[in-house]
Structure formats: C-alpha cells, structure tokens
C-alpha cells in the first residue's frame, strides 16, 4: 500500500529541504520520525509534520497499516514561486530580496517490505 503527502509553498528554500529529505530517503518510518523530532533544521518540523499525513492517509486508505513495515520511498522537494521584496540600498538605489518557497512530497510505502517494486507507480 502506497500514500502520498504533499505540501504546497512552503516558507524555506527546497536546498535546505533536500538536506533533511536525503537523510529520512528509504528508511524505516518510525526511525524517519526519530530522526526529524531530533534534527536541528528549520525544515524538519515541517517534514515531520507531512511524514505524519503520510502515514494517516496510509491508515485511512487501507484501514489499519502496519507503521512498523512501512518505509519512505519517495522523498523529494522542488521549488517553488519565489516572492520579491525590494530593500533601500545607498544612493536611492534598491535591491531584490528573494524569499524562497517549496513544494515537497513524501511517500509512504509497504511494499519494500513484502518485496514488490519501490516507486512503482501507474
């Protein structure tokens, strides 16, 4: 059984975002999730947040899954609108500020542990 979360424009570049993804990738859940309660990056109190929507959308397609079984298989982050504020520089001149967002999306899976395909998808 596979789910899927997703996050639309979140406040934080989709770089910094890649940094956390890249360490819960194709790990068991529950140690994903001790992973994020304990990592020091902004992003991670949003991506544990979304790991946990994964996890009941998984429970709410199938009716009661098994957590224990269940691994990220899909864990990616891209970019998203860039919003523009204009700050004073000197001489009446003015710089752009680019305030970065991103759209990430985790996957939960079972089928890694009854042997089937990672990813597949239709």
Same mark, same amino acid.
Request: charged fraction near 30%; charge should be positive.
């Given at each position: ?5 997703k996050?639309?424009?979140? %406040? &934080?570049?989709? #770089?910094?975002?890649? *940094?956390? *993804?890249?360490?819960? #990738? &194709? #790990?068991?859940?529950?140690?994903a999730?001790?992973?994020?309660? /304990?990592?020091k990056? %902004?992003?991670?109190k949003?991506?544990?947040? *979304? *790991? ?7 429970? =709410?397609?199938? &009716?009661?899954a ?6 990220? /298989?899909?864990? /990616?982050?891209?970019?998203?609108? $860039?919003?523009? +504020?204009?700050?004073? +520089?000197?001489h009446? #001149?003015?710089? $752009?500020? %680019?305030? %970065? ?7 939960v ?5 009854? &042997?089937?395909?990672?990813? =597949?998808?239709?």
């Amino acid at each position: 059984m596979e789910a899927i979360a997703k996050v639309k424009s979140l %406040r &934080g570049s989709a #770089r910094k975002a890649r *940094l956390v *993804l890249d360490q819960i #990738r &194709g #790990r068991n859940v529950i140690e994903a999730q001790n992973i994020l309660t /304990f990592s020091k990056k %902004r992003a991670a109190k949003a991506i544990a947040k *979304l *790991l946990n929507s994964a996890i009941a959308n998984a429970t =709410s397609k199938e &009716g009661k899954a098994d957590i224990e079984h269940m691994t990220v /298989f899909k864990a /990616f982050a891209d970019d998203a609108q $860039i919003d523009r +504020r204009w700050r004073m +520089r000197a001489h009446g #001149r003015a710089t $752009i500020v %680019r305030k %970065r967002n991103c759209h990430i999306t985790i996957g939960v899976s079972d089928a890694h542990a009854e &042997g089937g395909t990672l990813g =597949s998808e239709s």
